[in-house]
């Protein structure tokens, strides 16, 4: 079992609709988690932290639910320029470092 | 001010080469990181370097070899490169890993196909 898990996707989405990504991790240990965004052919970058109480960037919501030992995101209103891999990557701390995996990701495309 | 960069950013080699690919930022960050990134597999890392002259292993170390002379520059060098070699690689930094919520920064990526 794959210790940071997503559902591939395809999504696709009309403009303006809302969309929620699921991320499962398997290492109860695990302490800090994140999304992060992937367009085509480039690097990943950060989108946003998820912390315990859950958290809203504008559009995007991530929440934790460390019971489950899930993460989600959600994004309202979606635009085009939305399209993209959203990773979800979990830091499990050993020996005192951050030991970051990641997902294989989600792709969201959202049409006109 | 390009924070940090990659080179070359494609690349084509034959089976048996070797090959190095270059990471340099300009932050000053303490680490470094490189993965691979593979369909269906995410991110993986492969070494990463807490500082100048230390290094680690990192899930998948095998077949390569990584050194950190200098803060702002860590080689990746694949000694013999093998066709599973093929894929895209990036390079990342970090200030530090004592906050559990510090993240890391990635360098462009190198496209590296092996024949």
């Known amino acids: 079992r794959k210790e940071v898990e997503q559902d591939p996707g395809p999504f696709n989405v009309p403009e303006g609709a809302t969309v929620a990504f699921n991320c499962t991790y398997s290492n109860s240990a695990s302490q800090s988690f994140f999304w992060y965004r992937q367009d085509c052919r480039k690097e990943p970058k950060l989108l946003m932290s998820?912390?315990?109480s859950g958290n809203e960037d504008g559009r995007f919501t991530a929440q934790l639910n460390r019971a489950s030992q899930y993460i989600s995101l959600l994004i309202r209103d979606s635009k085009l320029s939305d399209s993209a891999t959203y990773l979800c990557v979990v830091n499990i701390r050993r020996d005192n470092n951050n030991d970051m995996r990641f997902g294989a990701g989600t792709r969201l495309t959202v049409k006109p | 001010d390009a924070g940090i960069t990659q080179s070359p950013r494609y690349k084509i080699t034959e089976t048996g080469r070797q090959v190095t690919l270059m990471c340099h930022q300009t932050?000053?960050?303490?680490?470094m990181f490189w993965y691979r990134q593979d369909l269906g597999h995410g991110l993986r890392l492969i070494y990463y370097?807490?500082?100048?002259?230390?290094?680690d292993k990192g899930e998948v170390p095998d077949g390569y070899v990584v050194s950190r002379s200098k803060t702002e520059n860590f080689p990746l060098t694949l000694e013999s490169a093998t066709r599973s070699q093929t894929s895209v690689y990036f390079c990342a930094s970090g200030p530090g890993q004592l906050d559990p919520q510090e993240t890391q920064y990635f360098g462009p990526g190198t496209r590296l196909l092996v024949l």
């Open positions: 932050w000053s960050h303490s680490y």
């Open positions: 370097s807490a500082a100048a002259d230390i290094t």
């Open positions: 998820v912390y315990s």
